[in-house]
Nanobody, 124 residues
Framework: VQLQASGGGLVQAGDSLRLSCVVSGGTLSSYGLGWFHQAPGKEREFVAAIRWSTGSTYYTDAVHSVKGRFTISRDSAKNTVYLQMNSLKPEDTAVYYC???????????????WGKGTQVTVSS
């Protein structure tokens, strides 16, 4: 399975970005797809995931919660997973990674496949 993430950039607080992850080389119905982020000096953390076969989703419960601001979705025709990020905050600044795993829910430890990250920088 190959994962190609894109869509990062430099934005101001309150702006929006949409990350995309094109998935190829696997049977997507067998996988959960997710987004993780890693801020400088910190560990990689879970953000959101979607189960390809059912479309069910879940989001991080971390302090800087993304619930209500971020939305994960998929386009089956394009084999693409999206992360729509609204009302961005400086603390959202991180490298964002797309991931695929046959297990559900996704866990940062033991992920089957990682894509290269895309940098998101939010200025105040």
């Amino acid at each position: 399975v190959q994962l190609q993430a894109s869509g990062g950039g430099l934005v101001q607080a309150g702006d929006s970005l949409r990350l995309s992850c094109v998935v190829s080389g696997g049977t997507l119905s067998s996988y959960g797809l997710g987004w993780f982020h890693q801020a400088p000096g910190k560990e990689r953390e879970f953000v959101a995931a979607i189960r390809w076969s059912t479309g069910s989703t879940y989001y991080t419960d971390a302090v800087h919660s993304v619930k209500g601001r971020f939305t994960i979705s998929r386009d089956s025709a394009k084999n693409t997973v999206y992360l729509q990020m609204n009302s961005l905050k400086p603390e959202d600044t991180a490298v964002y990674y797309c991931a695929a795993d046959a297990s559900w829910p996704l866990n940062v430890i033991g992920i089957d496949y990682w894509g290269k990250g895309t940098q998101v920088t939010v200025s105040s």
